[in-house]
Antibody, heavy 117, light 108 residues
Framework: QVQLVESGGGVVQPGRSLRLSCAVS????????MHWVRQAPGKGPEWVAA????????YFAHSVQGRFTISRDNSRNTLYLHMDSLRAEDTAVYYC??????????WGQGTLVIVSS | DIQMTQSPSTLSASVGDRVTITCRAS??????VAWYQQKGGKAPKLLIH???RLESGVPSRFSGSGSETEFTLTISSLQPDDFATYYC??????????FGGGTKVEIK
């Protein structure tokens, strides 16, 4: 059974940091590219960041470049998103997703991040 | 950056109707297009990848077609469970995936 389980969301003040985690099971994690995708309330999905299967290559949306970091621990089948300098416009449900090549085949249930003072 | 322009934004249809949603890419993406269905605060669900390949477990009434810059998702006979929002996505490279603006399929 494929499971992607995000955690770490919550309410955070502008300018602060937060780290999200995604525990993956039921798929060959070490061969999957992995992504973070977010969805603001009432909006469509927005791709945030991606990492290659081995973690050597990382990519970011322009809106988060320089503030967010993506990483993975293949020994723990876990994906991370470290978010610095958070802004109100970063408020969204954050999903982890993954699959072969760049396809977001499997998705987690999401974790809500609210940036508010 | 590759932009995905999806139309229509809203579609009213009845059970049994044939429904078509279109996505236009701002440049050729060689078929690296996926289609997703999203309902009620849940994660998007993959329906179609590589423009026309049906994901395992997805009903055969869903189909995808297109190439280069023009892509379509067709539901051959709309069922009650199909009322949802649909998104196209290009995934040509890891470096910048983009989604279309979405199509909400409503009951007529």
């Amino acid at each position: 059974q494929v499971q992607l389980v995000e955690s770490g969301g919550g309410v955070v003040q502008p300018g602060r940091s937060l780290r999200l985690s995604c525990a993956v099971s039921g798929v060959p994690f070490t061969t999957y590219g992995m992504h973070w995708v977010r969805q603001a309330p009432g909006k469509g999905p927005e791709w945030v960041a991606a990492t290659s299967y081995d973690g050597k290559h990382k990519y970011f949306a322009h809106s988060v470049q320089g503030r967010f970091t993506i990483s993975r621990d293949n020994s723990r089948n876990t994906l991370y998103l470290h978010m610095d300098s958070l802004r109100a416009e970063d408020t969204a449900v954050y999903y982890c997703a993954g699959g072969y090549d760049a396809l977001t085949q499997y998705w987690g249930q999401g974790t809500l991040v609210i940036v508010s003072s | 950056d590759i932009q995905m322009t999806q139309s229509p934004s809203t579609l009213s249809a009845s059970v049994g109707d044939r429904v078509t949603i279109t996505c236009r890419a701002s440049q050729s993406i060689s078929g690296w297009v996926a289609w997703y269905q999203q309902k009620g605060g849940k994660a998007p669900k993959l329906l179609i990848h590589k423009a026309s390949r049906l994901e395992s477990g997805v009903p055969s009434r869903f189909s995808g077609s297109g190439s280069e810059t023009e892509f379509t998702l067709t539901i051959s006979s709309l069922q009650p469970d199909d009322f949802a929002t649909y998104y196209c996505q290009q995934y040509e490279t890891y470096s910048l995936l983009t989604f279309g603006g979405g199509t909400k399929v409503e009951i007529k």
